[in-house]
C-alpha cells in the first residue's frame, strides 16, 4: 500500500479544523434541558435529519465490510443496503406515532403502548447489545482503517478516534452530533465516489469488470438449497433486521426525533432512503473492483476486508486519498458518536431518571455526559476481544443482529398494528425472545465443543438465517397467545399509540404533514430498489 503524503495530511488536518469548528460552535451554544442535548432541541430540518440517518448507519464496519462482501464472493448479503424501503417505513408508518406520543426514546415508547417492564428490559439489552456490537465492531473496523492508511499501530488509531470522539460527543450532545454528520456524509460520499469511478476506469469499465469476474458473480439470489444464503430467509430476515435497525432503533430514531414536526421528519426519512442506495455504488462496487484488478495482476491483498483502503492506496492520486481517508475517519466518528449519545440517552432517561425521578434538568444532562464517557470506555475494553473475530465483520454484524432483532421487531409491529396485544404478551416476548437468541448465539460459539450430530451441535449449526425467520415467527406467536389469557388494554391507554385507536384530529393532522412530492419520490426509492434486485439476479430461483 502506498501511504499518505504531505498533501493528503493537509487534507485530513483541514478536514479535522472544519469539523472540530463545527463541533465547538455548537458546545458554545446552551444546552441546560435534556430536549436541546439529547434530541438537539427538536428544531432539526429534513435535510440534516436525512444526512444524519445516513452517517450514522454507515461508519467503518460498512466501508470495510461491505467492500470485503463484494470482493470475498459474498453478493447475497447486498440485500441489507436494499433497505430504503423499510427507511420510508420509518417516516410514513412509524413516525407519527412516536411523534404524538413526545417520546425521547424507543423504551419510552414500548412503556406508554405496554408497562414500565417492558422500558427496563429494553433499555438494559440495547445498552448490552450496542457496546458489544456497535461499538466495539465500529472500534475494531476504524482501527482496521486506520491503520492501514496511516501507517501507525492499531491500538494509537483507534483509541485516539474513538476518544476525539468521545469528547465532542459529551460536550456537545445530539446538536454537535448532527451537525458534523452532515458535514461527514458529503465529505463521504464525494471521497467514495471518486474512487469508485477511477476503480472502473482502472479495471477497464463495467463491462470489463464483469468479464473479468462472470456474470454469475453478481447473482444476489441463491436456490433456497444454499447451504449459506438460501433466498427465501435471507429475505425474511434481513426485512426482520432491517425493520428493527431502521423503525424501532434508538440510534436511527433519534434522528427523526429531533426534526421540528412530522413533516421535516418524514421528508428526512425519504431523504435518508435515497442516500441509503448510495452504499451499493459507494462501498460494494469498489470491493468487485479490487477483485476484478487482483484477478487482472494489478493488485494485490490478503483479505477481503482490505480491499477497500489497498484500492484507495493505489488508485486514488495525492489530495484526493486525503480526502477519501477522512471520509473512512468520518465514517468511523459519525458511527460512535451516534452511538454514543443514543447511549447516553437510554441510560439517562430510561434508568437513571425512572430510578431518581426529581432530578433537575441539568443534572441530567451532566448524567449523559458521564454515561458517554462510560461507554467510550466499556468499548475501548472491548477491543482486545472483537479483535479476534473471523473473517467477514460485516457478516458478523448480521448474524448477531438476527439473534437480537425478531423480539423487538415483533412487539414493535404489533403494538402498532395489533391493539389486542398487552403489556404481559410484550414481557413475555421480549424476555423469551432474549432468551432464545443469546442461547442460540451461546451454542453457535461453542459450537466446536459440541460431538458432531449431538443435539446441541444441530441446533448450533441451523442456518443463521434460516433460524432469524423462524425465531420472529415464534416471537409472534409468544406475544399473541400469551396476550389472549390476559385482558385487552383499555381504549384510554391505546389512545393515538396504534392503528385502531387514532382519532380524526390525528389522522388530519398527519395528512397534511406531507404532500405529492413525497409520495412521488417514495414510490421512486421503492422503483430503484427492484431495479437494483433485478439487476444484481443472474440466476431463476
Known amino acids: 500500500m502506498k501511504g499518505l503524503d504531505t498533501l493528503d495530511w493537509i487534507v485530513i488536518v483541514i478536514y479535522f479544523a472544519l469539523l472540530l469548528g463545527v463541533a465547538w460552535w455548537v458546545i458554545k451554544q446552551k ?26 448507519n454507515i461508519g467503518s464496519e460498512h466501508v470495510v465490510g461491505l467492500a470485503g462482501n463484494g470482493a470475498g464472493d459474498k453478493m447475497p448479503l447486498l440485500i441489507y443496503e436494499l433497505h430504503a424501503w423499510i427507511v420510508l417505513m420509518l417516516g410514513w408508518v412509524f413516525l407519527p406515532f412516536y411523534a404524538r406520543s413526545g417520546v425521547f426514546t424507543m423504551p419510552e415508547f414500548l412503556e406508554k403502548r405496554f408497562d414500565s417492564r417492558s422500558r427496563w428490559v ?35 488509531g483507534a483509541v485516539a478516534t474513538v476518544v476525539l470522539t468521545g469528547i465532542y460527543t ?7 452530533v448532527v451537525y458534523t454528520e452532515t458535514i461527514q456524509a458529503i465529505v463521504l460520499v464525494v ?40 433466498w427465501l ?11 428493527w435497525y431502521w423503525c424501532t432503533d434508538q440510534v436511527i430514531v433519534q434522528r427523526v426525533l429531533t426534526a421540528k414536526n412530522i413533516k421535516e421528519g418524514r421528508r428526512g426519512s425519504i431523504f435518508g432512503a435515497l442516500l441509503k442506495l448510495l452504499p451499493v455504488f459507494l462501498f460494494l462496487i469498489p470491493g468487485v473492483v479490487a477483485l476484478g484488478l487482483k484477478m487482472q495482476g494489478k493488485l494485490n491483498w490478503d483479505s477481503p476486508d482490505e480491499a477497500f483502503p489497498v ?22 466518528m459519525s458511527s460512535l458518536a451516534s452511538v454514543f449519545n443514543s447511549c447516553s440517552t437510554l441510560f439517562t432517561l430510561d434508568i437513571y431518571k425512572k430510578i431518581k425521578p426529581n432530578k433537575p434538568e441539568a443534572e441530567l444532562v451532566k448524567t449523559g455526559q458521564i454515561a458517554t464517557f462510560f461507554v467510550v470506555g466499556l468499548g475501548l475494553l472491548w477491543i482486545p476481544i472483537i479483535s479476534r473475530l473471523s473473517d467477514g465483520l460485516y457478516e458478523y454484524l448480521q448474524n448477531v443482529q438476527a439473534y437480537i432483532s425478531p423480539p423487538i421487531a415483533a412487539v414493535f409491529l ?8 398487552n403489556a404481559n404478551g410484550a414481557i413475555a416476548t421480549l424476555v423469551g ?46 406475544a399473541v397467545i400469551t396476550s389472549m389469557f390476559y385482558p385487552a388494554p383499555t381504549e384510554a391507554q391505546l389512545q393515538g399509540l396504534t392503528f385502531g385507536n387514532i382519532t380524526d384530529e390525528q389522522k388530519a393532522n398527519n395528512k397534511s404533514s406531507y404532500n405529492i412530492w413525497d409520495i412521488l419520490v417514495s414510490i421512486a426509492v421503492i422503483l430503484l430498489v427492484l431495479y437494483i434486485m433485478v439487476s444484481f439476479s443472474t440466476l431463476s430461483l
Do not use: H
Open 122 to 156: 429494553l433499555s438494559v439489552v440495547s445498552l448490552v447489545a450496542y457496546i458489544l456490537t456497535k461499538v466495539s465492531v465500529t472500534i475494531y473496523a476504524g482501527g482496521i482503517v486506520v491503520s492501514a492508511l496511516m501507517g501507525i499501530p492499531f491500538w494509537i
Open 170 to 176: 459529551i460536550l456537545g450532545g445530539m446538536r454537535a
Open 414 to 421: 404489533l403494538g402498532i398494528f395489533y391493539k389486542r396485544i
Open 191 to 230: 471521497g467514495a465516489g471518486v474512487l469508485t469511478v477511477m476503480g472502473l476506469d482502472a479495471v477497464g469499465g463495467w463491462g470489463e469488470l464483469k468479464a473479468t469476474i462472470g456474470d454469475d458473480y453478481f447473482n444476489m439470489w441463491r436456490p433456497n438449497s444454499d447451504p449459506d444464503y438460501p
Open 31 to 56: 444546552q441546560k434541558n435534556t430536549e436541546d442535548y439529547f434530541l438537539a432541541g427538536r428544531n432539526i430540518g429534513w435535510f440534516m435529519v436525512g444526512a444524519s440517518i445516513f452517517a450514522s
Open 433 to 478: 425472545g432474549f432468551i432464545i437468541g443469546f442461547g442460540k448465539l451461546t451454542l453457535e460459539i461453542l459450537k466446536s465443543s459440541f460431538s458432531e450430530g449431538s443435539f446441541l451441535f444441530n441446533i448450533a449449526d441451523i442456518n443463521w438465517l434460516v433460524f432469524g425467520a423462524y425465531f420472529f415467527a415464534m416471537c409472534i406467536a409468544i
Open 233 to 243: 430467509p435471507l429475505f425474511i430476515t434481513s426485512t426482520i433486521v432491517g425493520i
Open 311 to 332: 484500492l484507495m492506496s493505489q488508485i486514488l492520486p495525492s489530495g484526493l486519498r486525503g480526502l477519501v481517508a477522512a471520509g473512512l475517519l468520518a465514517a468511523l
